[in-house]
Nanobody
Framework: VQLQASGGGLAQAGGSLRLSCAASSRFVSNNGMGWFRQAPGKEREFVAG????????EYASSVKGRFTISRDYAGITVALQMNGLAPEDTAVYYC?????????????????WGQGTLVTVSS
C-alpha cells in the first residue's frame, strides 16, 4: 500500500491549507487513518486520526477546533483541513494507515506511511 500526501505549501498565520492523502489500494478502506507531523528538531507527533467508517475522530489538543480530518466515501482518500494556521504548525505532515479499523494516537499503531508534505506558516 502506498500513500501519497499532497497539499502542503506556504501559508500566512491565520490562513488555511487542505492536505490530502490518497491510498493506492482499497485495503485501507477498512483501516483507521491518521496524520502526524514533525517539526525541525522535534519528534514526530500525532495530529489527527479517523476510524475506518469516519464515525470516530480524535485530535491533538494543539489543533483541536482548528483542524478537521475526514475521509471520502470509498475510504481511500483522507483529508486534513487546517484553519487558523500558526507558525508553530510548521512541519512536515505525514499520513498513515492504521493497523486496525480503529484509530490510534501513537505512531506504533500505524503500518503504512506516506512520504510527507511540507507545511510552512509565516507570521
Amino acid at each position: 500500500v502506498q500513500l501519497q500526501a499532497s497539499g502542503g505549501g506556504l501559508a500566512q498565520a491565520g490562513g488555511s491549507l487542505r492536505l490530502s492523502c490518497a491510498a493506492s489500494s482499497r485495503f485501507v478502506s477498512n483501516n483507521g487513518m491518521g496524520w502526524f507531523r514533525q517539526a525541525p528538531g522535534k519528534e514526530r507527533e500525532f495530529v489527527a486520526g479517523i476510524s475506518w467508517s469516519g464515525a470516530h475522530t480524535e485530535y491533538a489538543s494543539s489543533v483541536k477546533g482548528r483542524f478537521t480530518i475526514s475521509r471520502d466515501y470509498a475510504g481511500i482518500t483522507v483529508a486534513l483541513q487546517m484553519n487558523g494556521l500558526a507558525p508553530e504548525d510548521t512541519a512536515v505532515y505525514y499520513c498513515a494507515a492504521a493497523r486496525s479499523s480503529g484509530l490510534s494516537t501513537t505512531a506504533r499503531g500505524y503500518t503504512y506511511w506516506g512520504q510527507g508534505t511540507l507545511v510552512t506558516v509565516s507570521s
